[in-house]
């Protein structure tokens, strides 16, 4: 059953698929149709899964599930990725990379590899308060609060 991102209940479980550039308007206009799409149809053990998701600076997909009736199963997450694995070759697009760094430059979402943004912290290209993305959160309620921060305030730290 598919609901409205911010209908799930901050305990539900997220998982946040950054992409290596922004999606285009007409392409945002065919996948979230295809992400609703795969939602209806997401199951455990033939159980229908109470799911979401949003869009976030044209770059961010997040996925929620409410498992308070009934938990993701490793069958149901490898869905999930083999769903994402299809728009990324659809799209030509890195969706599963965790080794790069989204971070806001400015009003912009910038997205580096790992050890190019090493180098700008280095550089002091970046501050300790750039906003990064720490896309490691695993609830809403984490989504809500720490995904968006300042690097002190995410795994990033240690980096400085």
């Known amino acids: 059953m ?3 991102f911010n209908e799930l ?3 539900s479980r997220v998982w946040v698929f950054q992409a290596n550039r922004g999606f285009s308007e007409d392409e945002l206009e065919q996948i979230k149709p295809k992400i609703k799409g795969f939602l209806e149809n997401w199951t455990v053990h033939g159980q229908s899964l109470k799911a979401g ?3 976030r600076y044209n770059r961010f997909i997040v996925l929620g599930l409410d498992e308070y009736q009934t938990n993701a199963s490793g069958c149901s997450i490898d869905a999930s990725v083999h769903f994402i694995q ?4 659809e799209y030509n ?3 599963l990379d965790k080794m790069n760094v989204s971070f806001k430059n400015g009003e912009f979402v910038a997205y580096k590899p790992l050890l ?3 180098k ?3 550089q002091k290209a970046v501050s300790p308060q750039t906003i990064v993305f720490n896309n490691l959160v695993n609830t809403k309620s984490e989504y809500k609060e720490f995904w968006e921060v300042p690097m002190t305030e995410s795994w990033h730290s240690r980096l400085l």
């Open 2 to 4: 598919v609901v409205e």
């Open 9 to 11: 209940p901050d305990s």
């Open 53 to 55: 998701f949003e869009i």
């Open 86 to 89: 299809g728009l990324e070759k």
């Open 93 to 95: 697009v890195d969706l």
């Open 116 to 118: 190019d943004f090493k």
């Open 120 to 122: 700008m912290v280095k």
